[in-house]
């Protein structure tokens, strides 16, 4: 990692932070290859007039065209919301090694709540799953973001 006293997490907190200052859901991503950075997001769907421009697809497509790769099976993906249905199905299209994310999502999430999807029969590669990162502030992030406009 380019600065190795702060964690990728802490990144895409950083980048989700970015995401609430710019009016999007705040949700950060971040894509490593062993101690290397290799891609940093956010949500842009406003931003983009896109709504398949969540932080982990943007991530995705960054690293794949940076590694020049499909597959990113030697890369980590820290995401600070569970990812969603298609989220989640791409992180299993681009194989990615271990999926770390912060706050759960019990009304889109779709690794630990909904349809969880990486236990599904159709689901063809199911990365590690580290859940809880600092959650506490990733949920934080969100609950201001969505009470200022409630």
Known sequence: MQNKNISPMKIALKQAELANNKGEVPVGAVIVRGEEIIAQSHNKMRQ????????????????????????????????????????AGAIAHAKLRRLYYGAEDIKGGAVDNGVRFFYSSICHHKPEIISGLDEKRAEKLLKQFFALRR
């Open 48 to 87: 983009l007039n896109d709504s398949l421009a969540h932080a982990e697809l943007l991530v995705i497509r960054e690293a794949q065209k940076k590694l020049k790769l499909a597959r990113l099976s030697e890369c980590d993906i820290y995401v600070t919301l569970e990812p969603c249905t298609m989220c």
